[in-house]
T-cell receptor
Framework: AQSVAQPEDQVNVAEGNPLTVKCTYS??????LFWYVQYPNRGLQFLLK??????LVKGSYGFEAEFNKSQTSFHLKKPSALVSDSALYFC????????????FGPGTRLSVLP | SQTIHQWPATLVQPVGSPLSLECTVE??????LYWYRQAAGRGLQLLFY??????ISSEVPQNLSASRPQDRQFILSSKKLLLSDSGFYLC????????????FGNGTRLTVT
């Protein structure tokens, strides 16, 4: 069965510093991996995805993520954090063998301090 | 471009009352449709998904049901709400093709009193 872990419940970073939000996954085959961001009382917004190819994928709002197959990780990164990046971040996996369903991690709350 | 509409945005209902939340998608055909519940601003629980009209899969046995009367319409219902049904309900859609992401509506905040 597929699963996603986000080992940090909360991440605090100072504005202007680089940020990393961690994600590890478990699937039976090669995964499709996604990152989403959620602001208060809103739906999740798609940030970026990894399907195949280059291990470093770039997404919206300056975010990027690095796929590491040997470590089964897909960490979200940004070189310089903004206060407006403060939100709840979700990693998700979709198993191409089963197709239909997405499995989400528990979420990581990012706080960027001015 | 595709858009997803979900309403109402907030809802306060007494215990034992019925529920109907509606979600529609525009700009695409034959989407996969999903209902999620998010409790306490955290993890997402998949409630139902649908790959076509009249085709509903339930992930969690509960007090809720879902229907898909039209290709791009997905409805979440309950005959009698429980206190435990309170939460943030999110509708989402995706395509079946490889690697296509989920796209979410803005959610409905349901409070059962």
């Amino acid at each position: 069965a597929q699963s996603v872990a986000q080992p940090e419940d909360q991440v605090n970073v100072a504005e202007g510093n680089p940020l990393t939000v961690k994600c590890t996954y478990s699937v039976s085959g090669n995964p499709y991996l996604f990152w989403y961001v959620q602001y208060p009382n809103r739906g999740l917004q798609f940030l970026l995805k990894y399907i195949t190819g280059d291990n470093l994928v770039k997404g919206s709002y300056g975010f990027e993520a690095e796929f590491n197959k040997s470590q089964t990780s897909f960490h979200l990164k940004k070189p310089s954090a903004l206060v407006s990046d403060s939100a709840l971040y979700f990693c998700a996996v979709r198993d191409p063998l089963t197709g239909q369903n997405f499995v989400f991690g528990p979420g990581t709350r990012l706080s960027v301090l001015p | 471009s595709q858009t997803i509409h979900q309403w109402p945005a907030t809802l306060v209902q007494p215990v034992g009352s019925p529920l109907s939340l509606e979600c529609t998608v525009e700009g695409t055909s034959n989407p996969n449709l999903y209902w999620y519940r998010q409790a306490a601003g955290r993890g997402l629980q998949l409630l139902f998904y649908s790959v076509g009209i009249g085709q509903i899969s339930s992930e969690v046995p509960q007090n809720l049901s879902a229907s898909r009367p039209q290709d791009r319409q997905f409805i979440l219902s309950s005959k009698k709400l429980l206190l435990s049904d309170s939460g943030f309900y999110l509708c989402a859609w995706s395509l079946t093709g490889e690697g296509t992401p989920l796209h979410f509506g803005n959610g409905t905040r349901l409070t059962v009193t």
